[in-house]
């Protein structure tokens, strides 16, 4: 069974600080896909990354960063320098391959004060 | 506007009414996702086609819960007899398969159900 488990439930920083979002995943697959998504306040999902299971580069994009390590099965997500507008829930999500369903975890949810 | 629309964006019905939500996904998509989200929680999946055959359902989705996508284009899903319980958001997404796609939903901005 697939499962993807955020322990972070709420995170409050202030603006400007680092943030890390703390995803950790079970598959019994050896191709698997590992993505983020951003769900703003207004509601609609939003697609940030997504990662294959033999690729276990970092990636950086802007203020993000993501840290995938298959020996913890961990994909963790980092904001640096946060700002206001990245209030947010944020989702780690699973699937066996491109195009079969996510499983998504039970979100992170982020508030960034000024 | 090129991306998943939902129909309607909110309803609110009598315990024991039937409701049908509306999904149009982008169109070049063959795989159209159906999700269900309630409060603090992740969406949780319910169905998915690829083209017109859905291809897994899940346990979540009781017999009261009808999907189809007849044409391989727009889908509905159906709740008979709703109860309170069915309250939630419901979230329709589509993507590319496997071929030519990377596995990532696009996501419309859900039909909210309410039952009184």
């Known amino acids: 069974a697939q499962k993807v488990t955020q322990a972070q439930t709420e995170i409050s920083v202030v603006e400007k600080e680092d943030v890390t979002l703390d995803c950790v995943y079970e598959?019994?697959?050896?191709?698997?896909?590992l993505f983020w998504y951003k769900q703003p306040p207004s509601g609609e999902l939003v697609f940030l990354i997504r990662?294959?299971?033999?690729?276990?580069q970092n990636e950086i994009s802007g203020r993000y960063s993501w840290n995938f390590q298959k020996s913890t099965s961990s994909f963790n997500f980092t904001i640096t320098a946060s700002q206001v507008v990245d209030s947010a829930v944020y989702f780690c999500a699973l699937s066996a391959q491109a195009g079969t369903a996510l499983i998504f975890g039970k979100g992170t949810t982020l508030s960034v004060s000024s | 506007d090129t991306g998943v629309s939902q129909d309607p964006r909110h309803k609110i019905t009598k315990r024991g009414q039937n409701v049908t939500f509306r999904c149009d996904p982008i169109s070049e998509h063959n795989r159209l996702y159906w999700y269900r989200q309630t409060l603090g929680q992740g969406p949780e999946f319910l169905t998915y086609f690829q083209n017109e055959a859905q291809l897994e359902k899940s346990r979540l989705l009781s017999d009261r819960f009808s999907a189809e996508r007849p044409k391989g284009s727009f889908s509905t899903l159906e709740i008979q007899r709703t109860e309170q319980g069915d309250s939630a958001m419901y979230l329709c997404?589509?993507?590319?398969?496997?071929?030519?796609?990377?596995?990532?939903?696009?996501f419309g901005e859900g039909s909210r159900l309410t039952v009184l």
């Open positions: 598959t019994r697959d050896t191709t698997y896909y």
């Open positions: 990662r294959n299971s033999f690729d276990e």
């Open positions: 997404a589509s993507s590319l398969g496997l071929f030519g796609g990377t596995g990532e939903l696009f």
